[in-house]
């Protein structure tokens, strides 16, 4: 979707309404993708999975990280969903960190390595660097039961030469690891990083606005890469959504999970998602990364004129914001 059709989508929409009646303009747009296109493996909706980055004890100081910790398990609870948590080292890198992710695998989540320092694999960033810090991480993982041996690359950076993006893959393989990719990449940070902002100038600032831009946001990117994975793959893929460890996500992911549901999506464990046959594939892209979704499109050569690079970010989301005042 263009960034003006979203921001008409959005007004139309009236985000900022309690009422939400996104949902319905989006139930529409994926009933009329569901009848052309079929239907996920075995189900009668197009499947989905949270995995969730950067889990940390440090938020702001509008919400402690304890609150936000239950509030995003309990979501998460509600359902019976097991999701894959991304970790960084440095963020819980103390002993109230061991609280945090003790949590997250006493409810049966996947642990997974999200490298220790959060480098970003381009420029200066070499090979030999990126392996130690993703090896760093390691010890702050693999005590839990549920530890599980997926690494996801932070901003889904894989490698801006080939020599770097190769070796790294092989490291992977020799530690018996596989990418975490995701599939449905999105700003839910900005639009955190928005909303902080806004409670910085107004602690008694309505937040409900906030919540129904993500809402409309995710779902719209949701749209774009499930349509953008039928035509690639010529079939539906059990759909991996990233989300951060964010106060957003600690208030609204109740209400993500059900608008998702009313408009034609069923929530699936991170595991089960990861079985797809789609996660197994190395797209051979540089700079390599981005949704693996993107990454696969961009490899064919068919669909530029529907990929931006990169696939996600902040300078997409800014414009819509400003113009509804958020």
Same mark, same amino acid.
């Given at each position: ?125 070499? @090979?030999?660097?990126? *392996?130690? /810090?993703? $090896?760093?991480? &390691? ?8 530890? !599980? ?75 774009? @890469?499930?349509?953008? *994975?039928? /035509?690639? $793959?010529?079939? &539906? ?8 460890? !964010? ?80």
């Amino acid at each position: 979707m263009h960034r003006r059709s979203f921001l008409d989508f959005l007004r139309r929409s009236a985000v900022v309404a309690a009422t939400a009646p996104w949902v319905s303009v989006a139930s529409m747009r994926l009933l009329a993708a569901q009848s052309s296109s079929g239907t996920a493996q075995g189900s009668s909706h197009p499947q989905i999975a949270i995995t969730m980055d950067d889990p940390r004890v440090e938020l702001n100081r509008f919400i402690d990280w304890k609150e936000a910790n239950q509030q995003i398990l309990q979501a998460l609870n509600s359902r019976k969903l097991k999701a894959a948590l991304f970790v960084c080292g440095q963020r819980v890198d103390r002993p109230k960190g061991e609280n945090l992710l003790g949590a997250w695998d006493d409810a049966g989540h996947l642990i997974c390595n999200h490298s220790y320092s959060h480098m970003m694999y381009v420029g200066k960033t070499t @090979y030999d660097n990126f *392996a130690a /810090d993703f $090896l760093r991480d &390691e010890p702050f993982i693999a005590k839990y039961r549920n530890r !599980t041996q997926l690494f996801r690359y932070p901003f889904l950076k894989e490698g801006d030469t080939a020599d770097k993006r190769d070796r790294f893959r092989a490291l992977l393989k020799e530690h018996g690891y596989r990418v975490g990719h995701v599939t449905i990449d999105g700003s839910d940070w900005y639009v955190d990083d928005r909303m902080q902002q806004r409670l910085v100038q107004n602690p008694k600032a309505k937040l409900e606005p906030y919540r129904d831009y993500l809402i409309a946001h995710l779902l719209d990117r949701a749209s774009f @890469y499930r349509q953008l *994975a039928l /035509d690639v $793959l010529g079939r &539906e893929v059990r759909h991996t959504v990233l989300v951060h460890y !964010t106060m957003i996500n600690a208030l609204f992911l109740q209400d993500v999970m059900s608008a998702f549901e009313k408009s034609g999506w069923e929530w699936i464990d991170a595991d089960r998602a990861y079985e797809d046959p789609a996660f197994l594939k190395e797209p051979q892209t540089l700079p390599a990364g981005e949704s693996l979704i993107w990454a696969l499109a961009k490899e064919t050569g068919k669909f530029n004129d529907r990929l931006r690079y990169p696939g996600e970010d902040d300078t997409y989301e800014k414009p819509n914001m400003d113009a509804l005042g958020l």
